[in-house]
């Protein structure tokens, strides 16, 4: 009998920048507080990718790097490599393509997904498609942002949230049942307005005019995302437990994107886990966009055990959102 394929995580790899913007550095540059940061999001501090020259990619590649020596491969074995992005290093080539070629990753073919803050989700249920299909058996999925470059650090309520980092995770073909068992991923158009770049694009192209306008920005309606985020990212986690006949007791953890430790704890409560299941690092990174799942993977990787069912949770402009549930393969 044939056994089914299963795209099992083999090895993750992250990057953060070393420089640090701390709630006080925010307080020099708009009118805000730590207190109120801290008790509205959860967050203290982000990294900032600084130096001229450095984009998205240059955050890909060490994250890459390091899950390949994690694993003991050389890039040139990389079948595939998926970012999930919205700050791509330009509009094209994607910054898939531009990583492998700074990585040597001769042989994999790249492309960019954009899915905001659920990109990394979007991009791991296509990486663990191209594993199960038996076609390829080295598929890197990465989670990038450098949210720095389209903030506008005069706006309060936007620029407190968002940070720079970059997660990896390499998937390979598994016949025990390890790795990506199901997802659940979801859109909805209508909520573009409420999370958005306004010019840029093909709507919009760049004039004196759209960055006179600070229009090359990210623009957020908090409050609406907040509303969208809390119900969207409880309501899909909750399903795919239920589709998978699993209760919160069945879950060691809970892997829910960074974007305020409110939305975090309303999906947690949900699903009936308690904190200690919960893995959080918002404190540290705040929202790195399509980084923050794949870099709380990184950071606990030492505390998840083989066979661990795991619930990646995320939601983002678009409006995106998803759970991925991960059976640990090591
Ligand atoms: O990552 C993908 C999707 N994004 C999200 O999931 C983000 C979802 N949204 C949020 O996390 C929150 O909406 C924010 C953190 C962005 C904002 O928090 P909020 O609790 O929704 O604040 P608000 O915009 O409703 O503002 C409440 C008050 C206002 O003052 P008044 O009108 O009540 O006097 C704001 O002017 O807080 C004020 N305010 C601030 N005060 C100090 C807004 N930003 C700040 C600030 N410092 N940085």
Redesign the pocket.
């Known amino acids: 009998m044939i056994k089914k394929i299963y795209a099992a995580i083999t090895a993750v790899g992250g990057y953060v920048p070393e420089d640090k913007l701390t709630n006080f550095d925010l307080e020099k540059m ?4 730590d207190e ?2 801290r008790t ?2 959860g967050i203290s501090e982000r990294r900032i990718l600084k130096g001229d020259g450095l984009a998205t990619s240059d955050m890909v590649v060490p994250a890459v790097k390091q899950l390949c020596e994690k694993r003991g491969i050389h890039p040139e074995e990389i079948d595939c490599m998926i970012v999930g992005t919205v700050t791509p290093d330009m509009v094209f080539p994607a910054t898939a393509n531009i990583a492998c070629d700074k990585l040597g990753a001769k042989n994999a073919w790249g492309f960019d997904v954009s899915a ?2 659920s990109g990394f989700l979007y991009s791991l249920t296509l990486g663990a498609s191209l594993i199960e299909s038996g076609r390829y058996k080295k598929v890197v999925v990465v989670g990038a942002d450098k949210m720095s470059a389209i903030v506008d650090y005069s706006d ?3 620029c ?2 968002f940070g720079d980092g970059a997660g990896a995770v390499l998937l390979e073909p598994n016949n025990e049942g390890y790795g990506v068992l199901d997802s659940i991923l979801r859109s909805d158009g209508s909520g573009s307005p409420f ?1 958005h770049m306004k010019a840029g694009g093909s709507l919009k192209p760049a004039s004196v005019e759209t960055v006179m306008a600070k229009e090359h920005y990210a623009y ?1 309606e ?2 609406t ?2 509303k969208f ?1 809390v119900k969207g990212m409880a309501d899909v986690s909750a399903e795919l437990l239920e589709r998978n006949n699993l209760t919160g007791d069945d879950i060691a953890w809970l892997v829910p ?1 960074q ?2 430790l409110r ?1 975090i704890d309303a999906t947690a409560n949900r699903m009936g886990l308690p904190k200690e299941k919960v893995m959080i690092n918002i404190e540290k990174y705040g ?1 790195t ?1 399509a980084a923050t799942i794949p870099l709380c993977l990184w950071e606990w990787k030492h505390e998840i055990n083989k066979g661990d069912n795991l619930v990646l949770a995320a ?3 678009g409006f995106t959102w998803g759970a991925t549930l991960v059976k640990w393969a090591y």
């Open positions: 708009v009118d805000t507080n109120w940061i509205r999001t905001a803050c309060r309520t936007t407190i949230i999370l957020q908090g409050q995302v907040f985020a994107h974007a305020n939305i929202n966009t939601f983002g402009g």
